[in-house]
């Protein structure tokens, strides 16, 4: 069950994944925050950032609540009717690998502040609501560094923040004499 202001770290997201996970190791592929408890915005590979019904299974993603106030809450809905139409950032993607292939250090010059990746979004939300203060070298994370930023977040701010990794709570088991 996910409720407006959720950041959902999605683990698997289709053919552009292993790419992702390529050059952003860790264990998520993308990342979206929930709009109501039925809808997400993303800004997702093949389209425009949109909000559209919350489509991933049960064991396929890890939630973080940072606790949000009624008001914070509020304009995460008003800020991504806002965000809607924003063009995916594909030569950022490009970046990454070209970072990894060269083993570089240094800022993603294909980063193109305009247009965003899934995790970019996630972070322009945060601060357009007032949650996070905006600093120049968050706006260039990957979903599994976003994700670590935001459980160090959690852990420092003494918050009621909580994390909730249905894979953990439910852990799956494959019995070998059930695999065919
Ligand atoms: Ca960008």
């Known amino acids: 069950m996910i409720k407006a202001g959720d950041i959902i770290f999605v683990k698997n997201n289709g053919i552009f994944s292993s790419l992702i996970r390529f050059f952003d190791k860790g264990r998520f592929s993308h990342v979206c925050i929930a709009t109501s408890d039925t809808h997400v915005i993303e800004a997702q590979y093949g389209t425009k ?41 594909y030569t950022q993607i490009l970046g990454y690998a070209v970072k990894k292939i060269f083993k570089l250090k240094s800022k993603n010059l294909f980063n193109n502040p305009n247009n965003w990746i899934c995790s970019e979004l996630v972070y322009h939300m945060l601060v357009s609501i007032g949650k996070i203060n905006p600093q120049e070298q968050l706006d260039d994370l990957t979903p599994n560094q976003l994700y670590n930023f935001l459980e160090n977040l959690c ?7 909580n994390v909730y990794d249905n894979q953990v709570e439910t852990p799956i088991e494959i019995q070998p004499e059930n695999l065919s």
Do not use: H
């Open 49 to 89: 950032a949109r909000i559209i019904p919350f489509y991933y299974g049960k064991d396929e993603y890890v939630v973080i609540d940072l606790n949000l106030s009624k008001e914070e809450t509020k304009r995460v809905v008003e800020v991504a009717l806002e965000m809607t139409g924003t063009w995916y950032d």
């Open 155 to 161: 852990k420092s701010q003494d918050a009621n923040c």
